[in-house]
């Protein structure tokens, strides 16, 4: 069985300058940035009101509705990812779910120190942004979690993010070497891409300053761009088959 060998190639194939592939890349690149930032315009119209109520509740509180509600079950499971260089490594999560007034039940992941406080029949109180819930109290502990025109934003910002790395292929590169190293190209350029867009819409929600149970987002932000970086830079020179 013949194994196969990668190295740095010293003459990648390049497309032609005027290659029809190329030309496509771009438009598709451009089609996806353009579509996806037009897509962004009413989440971060939303986001950027969100943030003038979270001002509110910091300045003088009371700024969101509240409901009574009481937690029902909690469950914590771990969940096996691996990094760019194939290692894997276990991830915690901790999930509580509530009764709503209506009836109706949902569940978030929430922190170890919260979930170690939430109790099955524990009364807690919800904040409301339109209808979302925004933030869980519970045993003087207060949980934030992004609201829907957050999660919005979050896609179309990666959308675009997507188009953009595509349209810089077909502008600066424009060298192809092999499949399987286009998709990891892809990869680390997303999970860059995860932490910058994630970083953004947090900081555009919530302010530099983090909310309680928020900050291991900015820690965990910086751990995917690093690795995202680093995996990056390593995949910039096209390889060729030995």
């Given at each position: 069985?013949?194994?196969?060998?990668?190295?740095?190639?010293?003459?990648p194939r390049r497309l032609r300058r005027f290659s029809p592939w190329r030309w496509a890349a771009i438009a598709a690149g451009?089609?996806?940035?353009?579509?996806?930032?037009?897509?962004?315009?009413?989440?971060?119209?939303?986001?950027?009101?969100?943030?003038?109520?979270?001002?509110?509740?910091?300045?003088?509180?009371?700024?969101?509705?509240?409901?009574?509600?009481?937690?029902?079950?909690?469950?914590?499971?771990?969940?096996?990812?691996?990094?760019?260089?194939?290692?894997?490594?276990?991830?915690?999560?901790?999930?509580?779910?509530?009764?709503?007034?209506?009836?109706?039940?949902?569940?978030?992941?929430?922190?170890?120190?919260?979930?170690?406080?939430?109790?099955?029949?524990?009364?807690?109180?919800?904040?409301?942004?339109?209808?979302?819930?925004?933030?869980?109290?519970?045993?003087?502990?207060?949980?934030?979690?992004?609201?829907?025109?957050?999660?919005?934003?979050?896609?179309?910002?990666?959308?675009?993010?997507?188009?953009?790395?595509?349209?810089?292929?077909?502008?600066?590169?424009?060298?192809?070497?092999?499949?399987?190293?286009?998709?990891?190209?892809?990869?680390?350029?997303?999970?860059?891409?995860?932490?910058?867009?994630?970083?953004?819409?947090?900081?555009?929600?919530?302010?530099?300053?983090?909310?309680?149970?928020?900050?291991?987002?900015?820690?965990?932000?910086?751990?995917?761009?690093?690795?995202?970086?680093?995996?990056?830079?390593?995949?910039?020179?096209?390889?060729?088959?030995?």
């Open positions: 069985m013949r194994v196969r060998r990668w190295r740095r190639s010293s003459e451009l089609g996806v940035l353009v579509g996806a930032l037009a897509g962004a315009a009413d989440p971060y119209r939303q986001i950027r009101q969100f943030r003038e109520v979270m001002e509110c509740e910091r300045g003088v509180g009371g700024c969101f509705a509240t409901e009574r509600s009481s937690i029902v079950d909690r469950r914590s499971y771990v969940e096996m990812q691996t990094d760019p260089e194939g290692n894997a490594y276990p991830v915690p999560h901790f999930e509580v779910t509530w009764r709503r007034a209506d009836g109706s039940r949902e569940s978030r992941e929430v922190s170890d120190g919260l979930y170690r406080k939430a109790r099955p029949g524990q009364p807690v109180t919800l904040r409301l942004w339109r209808g979302d819930v925004v933030a869980l109290e519970a045993a003087g502990t207060t949980e934030w979690f992004l609201p829907s025109p957050g999660l919005h934003l979050t896609g179309w910002l990666l959308a675009a993010h997507f188009g953009l790395g595509v349209l810089l292929w077909g502008l600066l590169m424009g060298w192809w070497d092999a499949f399987v190293f286009f998709v990891l190209r892809a990869f680390s350029w997303m999970l860059t891409g995860l932490a910058l867009v994630g970083t953004a819409v947090e900081v555009l929600s919530y302010g530099p300053r983090s909310e309680g149970g928020r900050g291991w987002m900015f820690v965990f932000y910086g751990v995917l761009f690093t690795a995202g970086a680093v995996f990056t830079c390593g995949l910039l020179k096209p390889l060729e088959d030995d």
